[in-house]
């Protein structure tokens, strides 16, 4: 396959009162989304009819070399070996974080959301409702590692 690249205009930005990156507590931190300049605030027309959304960020403040291709979850020892599309770490090569979100309020060129785990200032590259029809029909199957992994996420 060949390498290509691939270049993304942001449509919003992350404002919040995390400002260093962390893994737990997360449920606590409310989240503003801003919608870039160059876009018009018609765009998010619609969007209060959606109590959730997928937001796609970049993970802006990984350094190249901080990326991994595998590793221990937290560099937990109790977790097992795992390669990076097997866990959700912040080090990936694309640097491209997705999580789905309480939508709040919307208030002009903003949106109030809530389970948003990116950081003051990150970038938005795109913002999607949930649509039940895009979710799992079946029971979501995950290993047992990862229930102790998130308890304290959210």
Same mark, same amino acid.
């Given at each position: ?5 691939? @270049?993304? &205009?942001?449509? +919003?930005?992350? !404002? #919040?009162? !995390?400002?260093? +990156? ?12 801003? %919608?870039?300049?160059?876009l018009?605030?018609?765009? *998010? ?11 796609? /960020?970049?993970?802006? !403040?990984?350094? #190249? ?13 109790? /977790? ?6 097997? @866990?959700? =770490? =912040?080090?990936?090569?694309? $640097?491209?974080? %997705? +999580?789905t979100?309480? %939508? *709040?309020?919307? !208030?002009?060129? &903003?949106?109030?959301?809530?389970? *948003?785990? +990116?950081?003051?200032? &990150?970038?938005? %590259? ?5 649509? =039940?029809? /895009? ?5 979501? *199957? @995950? ?6 992994l998130? $308890? #304290? /996420?959210?």
């Amino acid at each position: 396959m060949s390498r290509m690249e691939i @270049q993304f &205009t942001p449509v +919003a930005v992350v !404002r #919040n009162s !995390r400002k260093e +990156a962390f893994d737990d507590d997360w449920e606590s931190v409310e989240s503003e989304i801003e %919608l870039a300049g160059h876009l018009p605030a018609e765009s *998010l027309d619609g969007i209060s009819g959606f109590s959730h959304l997928e937001i796609v /960020y970049f993970f802006d !403040r990984i350094k #190249n070399e901080d990326v991994v291709m595998s590793g221990r979850p937290r560099d937990n020892p109790k /977790y097992p070996l795992v390669g990076i599309f097997a @866990q959700r =770490k =912040k080090d990936r090569p694309n $640097k491209i974080g %997705l +999580a789905t979100v309480e %939508l *709040l309020e919307h !208030r002009g060129r &903003t949106l109030v959301v809530r389970m *948003l785990d +990116a950081i003051d200032g &990150t970038p938005v %590259l795109d913002i999607k409702p949930v649509f =039940k029809e /895009y979710e799992p029909r079946k029971a979501i *199957l @995950q290993p047992e590692w990862v229930g102790d992994l998130m $308890k #304290n /996420y959210w």
